[in-house]
């Protein structure tokens, strides 16, 4: 099949002047100053090429495809961008047979503790092969994650084509040659659709094949703080570039040739996004003037500010805000029926009168202590209280009032089926705070930042994937709301309590 595949690829090209970008293109710089130390004449990376970057060589039909994230919080399997690099990388598998292909995700931040057989595969991957227990459970968890993909994929393409079918016979007054042929046209792509996702789903039920993927893929998880992963692979990059030696600043050369990364990254063919010894060599050969014309001063304009807000201090914390601040964002639908979607969103703050909030607080105001408790154990023997962290309960207290009057909307105004949706979320959200709640009890090291970061993310996963299931899109705002509900009801923690003799 090999390249007919690209229809099922995910579109990961992506260019930015943020924090990702950055990062992205500096471990580009590390791999191409590697190949150039180690004089691999044979190898080429291709940027912004089927993935972030494409090591190919051709002397030992190796190829490497890498994909790099640069986060403020936590990883975990079912991180939307892990499953998609996953898919990203099964693809890329089955599209080039003919190399022994390697797939690396590198990433400056961690594993979730919540997610144990990430970190164990983490762990262990240099002898997964090895260790038939492990390499059967992430076999059966990267089954489902690619299943899964190929078959939303295979969905999305086929509704696209239909709409298109749909489109041809109402708008056309008759039924000419030329309409009949591109239907015919239509409904041949859409069984070559079929039998293309029923060959890869065939292959991901071959145990053996899923096998050999498995073991080749490649975790790096430096664990280092997201801005300050830029500082760290900067030094990097000038080490690389003060041992070659030459009479130029390592400064200099280090704008001249990511200056060069981001001009091969935007090129319009694939394969004038090469960077090679030879290229290198030949930059290393200019003069200064030269040197200096061919820097892009944007591009170290964004170093340099990124550099001055290593000092981010509440940064975790601070994100969490931002993201409930941020809440009226909606979650695009991921569905393509054609069916419309039901959108749930909570109502302002301004439908409700302020008297209204007070009455849930003082209805049970033990409920309120358990959430303010809560969020104040998150940031425990990191910083005093602060103005933030008051913010914080504010917002927490804010949400979970408003759903719950919501849900008293809801039943009032006779919208059954809405309020039975929400309410199975909520069921779902419950199950999923209850079962932190115990694993908590088997945590030794607990970082309480950590885990109430990389647990709201879950949640917001959770959300899109009943979504999906349900035909709905209910805003990420409602599952926030959830969350300090069941914080507020004890079915969630954030920290260890501390056992009293």
């Known amino acids: 099949m090999g390249h007919d595949l690209i229809v099922f690829k995910t579109e990961t ?43 190919l060589n051709e002397e030992k039909n190796t190829v490497r495809f890498t994909q790099m994230k640069c986060y403020s919080t936590v990883f975990n399997l079912g991180h939307s961008d892990i499953k998609k690099s996953l898919y990203n990388f099964f693809i890329l598998y089955r599209m080039y047979p003919e190399y022994d292909g390697y797939f690396s995700f590198e990433t400056n931040s961690r594993v979730s503790s919540r997610d144990y057989l990430l970190d164990e595969w983490t762990k262990a991957q240099s002898t997964l092969s090895q260790n038939t227990s492990l390499l059967g459970k992430c076999i059966v968890e990267i089954r489902d994650i690619l299943n899964e993909a190929i078959i939303e994929t295979r969905d999305g393409l086929i509704t696209g084509l239909s709409k298109k079918i749909y489109k041809l016979e109402t708008n056309a007054k008759r039924i000419t040659k030329k309409i009949k042929d591109q239907k015919a046209a239509y409904n041949n792509e859409i069984e070559d659709l079929k039998q293309k996702a029923n060959d890869v789903l065939s292959s991901i039920a071959d145990t053996e094949v899923l096998s050999d993927f498995v073991t080749r893929i490649n975790w790096h998880f430096d664990d280092i703080d997201a801005e300050k992963s830029v500082e760290v692979l900067k030094s990097e990059a000038l080490s690389y570039i003060t041992g070659l030696g030459l009479t130029y600043p390592p400064n200099m050369i280090f704008g001249r040739l990511v200056s060069e990364i981001v001009f091969k990254s935007k090129e319009v063919t694939p394969e004038a996004r090469c960077l090679d010894c030879s290229l290198m060599r030949g930059i290393l050969a200019e003069t200064e003037t030269e040197i200096k014309s061919k820097v892009d001063q944007s591009i170290l304009e964004q170093f340099q500010d990124i550099m001055n807000r290593l000092d981010s201090g509440f940064e975790d914390v601070s994100m969490g805000i931002e993201a409930i601040k941020t809440a009226v964002e909606r979650i695009a639908p ?97 199950y999923e705070c209850t079962t932190s709640a115990i694993k908590l009890k088997r945590v030794n090291d607990l970082n309480p930042i950590d885990f109430w970061s990389s647990f709201q993310e879950e949640l917001v996963s959770l959300g899109k994937q009943f979504n999906l299931r349900v035909n709905k899109d209910i805003d990420k705002e409602i599952v926030y709301a959830q969350m300090y509900q069941m914080a507020a009801e004890c079915h969630l923690k954030w920290h260890k309590e501390v056992a009293t003799k």
Request: proline residues 4%.
């Open 13 to 55: 090209d992506a260019y930015g002047t943020n924090r990702g970008f950055v990062y992205q293109y500096l471990k580009t710089l590390i791999q191409w100053l590697k190949i150039y130390s180690n004089n691999s004449t044979y190898e080429r990376i291709f940027c912004e090429y089927e993935d972030d970057t494409k090591l």
């Open 334 to 430: 991921a569905s393509q029926t054609p069916l419309p979607l039901e959108y749930i969103d909570l109502p302002d703050t301004d439908t409700f009168e302020p008297e209204k909030l007070q009455e849930i607080l003082d209805k049970d105001p033990d409920k309120q202590s358990n959430l303010e408790r809560k969020i104040k154990k998150i940031v425990e023997n990191e910083i005093d209280e602060t103005e933030q962290v008051k913010f914080l309960v504010q917002v927490a207290t804010e949400l979970r009032c408003r759903y719950l009057l919501f849900l008293q909307e809801l039943k009032v105004s006779n919208r059954h089926n809405t309020y039975s949706n929400v309410k199975t979320l909520e069921g779902k959200v419950k």
